[in-house]
């Protein structure tokens, strides 16, 4: 019987998360959004000037993939057609005004309480120090960045307690020390960024970028075993 290390024998080769194709929202702001990704640290490895004046950028998540196929997130502007089913739909369920139909708000509800509710995608950072420094920047520019101020919509969770030598690293961290919401785990953190620059989901607002670290030594951990209390 084939263990979970064995890979079906009907392929012949591996395979990998290959590409994720992101979206700003207007031409303007392409430059911003890829300002962004520099900051959460992919790295751009093209830019290319469309005839319509807006940017087709690819970046990589680790320097280590720029030649290769996989570990690629292209960013590009709305395609015209979304953003006028995304317009339709805001006007027919009152997206946006004092009388949004039953359902927003009810999605609102549930994205307020959980960042992993609906569509976004994760990074996985392999130092904690990355990931502290990365969002330490974040909450600056979130408050100080004349283009990113009030754009980005910071929130962490930190492993399930119960590991006394993790849990001693967060309450020493300058992003966990206070955190007290938690993960769906143990032995890891998560770390969301959620913006108005780029959009997606149902809503088509916002997108919501995470990125986790897993403690070294643990089988058992935040991205592979879900605990559900
Ligand atoms: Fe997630």
Same mark, same amino acid.
């Given at each position: 019987m084939a263990t979970l290390l064995e890979k079906p024998a009907e392929f012949k080769g591996a395979r990998s998360m290959g590409h994720m194709a992101l979206h700003y929202k207007t031409k303007e702001d392409g *430059? @911003? =959004?890829a300002r962004l990704l520099s900051m959460l640290g992919y790295v751009e490895t093209q830019d290319l000037l469309l005839p319509n004046g807006s940017h087709f950028y690819r970046f990589v998540v680790d320097p280590r993939h720029s030649p290769r196929g996989d570990g690629i997130v292209y960013v590009s502007v709305i395609p015209d057609a979304q953003r006028d089913l995304t317009k339709a739909i805001h006007e027919a369920l009152g997206v946006g005004t004092d009388h949004e139909h039953a359902t927003v708000v009810a999605m609102r509800e549930k994205l307020e309480e959980d960042p992993e509710y609906s569509f976004h995608y994760g990074t996985l950072m392999e130092s904690l120090e990355d990931l502290e420094n990365i969002f330490l920047a974040l909450e600056d =520019?979130? !408050?100080?960045? *004349? &283009? @990113?101020? $009030?754009? @980005?919509?910071? %929130? #962490?969770?930190? $492993?399930?307690?119960g590991n006394s030598d993790v849990d001693a690293r967060l309450d020493a961290s300058p992003i966990y020390g206070g955190v007290t919401r938690y993960a #769906? $785990? !143990?032995? $890891? %953190? &998560? =770390?969301? %960024?959620e913006t108005d620059i780029l959009a997606s989901g149902v809503l088509g607002e916002t997108m919501m970028l995470e990125f986790d670290y897993v403690f070294p030594g643990y089988d058992r951990h935040v991205l592979s075993i879900v605990e559900w209390e």
């Open positions: *430059p @911003l =959004a =520019a979130n !408050k100080n960045d *004349p &283009q @990113l101020k $009030g754009r @980005l919509k910071l %929130v #962490y969770n930190r $492993g399930l307690p #769906y $785990g !143990k032995n $890891g %953190v &998560q =770390a969301f %960024v």
